[in-house]
């Protein structure tokens, strides 16, 4: 899940493939009712789940503009974040409920309307074909590409349901259209559940996906000057915002030398992790670990902090 989207370009991108999406969805709720189709209507649960993603992206782009304030001191990174795991939730409950429904009609074959399948998931094919084409040509921002991942993703789906549609044409058979539900049914599952357990990490200060704590450690420490490091956090304020505290132990130095580790320290940290956000304590004596991190009273005058 990336929420992450600035500028008109990106926007006007996203309230196109919005309008788009949610007309597709009608057309797929009403088609899906006329020809008895449940792979239509899962294919409208699969493109609600892509709705909502865009939708969340818009919403995050007006409120990432918003500026930090007195009582959210961060902003309002952690919005998008909350609702995308509500959005979430609410697509794993789609997804038993389609398994539910296929499973019944696995047992109590309906005759399914192949030819409206058809021509339905074609104008879908033809539809995520656009608003793939919109995305790709604002893909530098890395929101868009992942918008443009799932619309390559539907139209991947939706040609499975043409293909299906012909098979039952062909046979028959009309279990087809209830497989397929299944396998539709299996792609939102996995799609929820993985943004219900990135949005959990980010909401429970996990460790960003795709971050090793030891590697972190391992870069301060390789940096000349540092002496030690302790009391590590990192974490997401948002799906895109990295931060990072810790102490750091120096030589007794002047700050203005000790001013040369730091910019070292949040360099490496940007480079090779994208991590912006730092709040990085200096100190030159030995620190004793009691109610997080505390530095012995006696020595409190001996005490540099730098903060970030």
Request: charge should be negative; glycine fraction near 8%; aromatic fraction near 6%.
């Amino acid at each position: 899940m990336h929420v992450h989207a600035q500028g008109g370009g990106p926007k006007r991108v996203l309230k196109i493939s919005l309008a788009v999406t949610a007309a597709y969805i009608v057309l797929l709720v009403v088609a899906g009712l006329r020809a008895h189709s449940l792979a239509l209507l899962s294919e409208a649960g699969h493109n609600l789940s892509d709705f909502l993603a865009l939708l969340l992206s818009l919403v995050a782009v007006y409120l990432q503009s918003r500026p930090a304030s007195a009582t959210k001191t961060y902003g309002y990174h952690r919005a998008g974040v909350l609702a995308a795991f509500v959005n979430a939730v609410t697509l794993v409950a789609v997804s038993f409920f389609i398994f539910y429904e296929a499973f019944w009609r696995l047992q109590h074959p309906q005759h399914v309307q192949a030819s409206v399948m058809m021509w339905v998931a074609a104008a879908g094919v033809l539809m995520n074909g656009v608003i793939a084409l919109l995305l790709y040509r604002s893909s530098g921002d890395v929101n868009i590409r992942s918008a443009l991942v799932h619309e390559v993703g539907d139209t991947l789906s939706t040609a499975a349901v043409i293909a299906g549609g012909w098979a039952i044409l062909i046979t028959g058979n009309s279990w087809i259209d209830s497989a397929l539900s299944l396998g539709i049914g299996l792609l939102i599952l996995w799609s929820g559940f993985g943004i219900v357990r990135e949005t959990l990490n980010i909401l429970l200060e996990g460790t960003p996906r795709g971050v090793k704590l030891e590697l972190v450690e391992i870069a301060i420490r390789s940096i000349d000057g540092v002496n030690d490091v302790h009391d590590l956090h990192c974490w997401s304020i948002g799906s895109e915002t990295r931060a990072l505290s810790c102490h750091i132990a120096i030589a007794d130095i002047p700050p203005s030398v000790s001013e040369r580790i730091l910019r070292d320290v949040k360099d490496r940290l940007h480079h090779s992790f994208r991590i912006d956000h730092t709040t990085i304590q200096f100190e030159h004596v030995e620190c004793e670990v009691a109610h997080g991190c505390v530095i012995p009273v006696g020595e409190s005058a001996e005490h540099q902090h730098h903060s970030h």
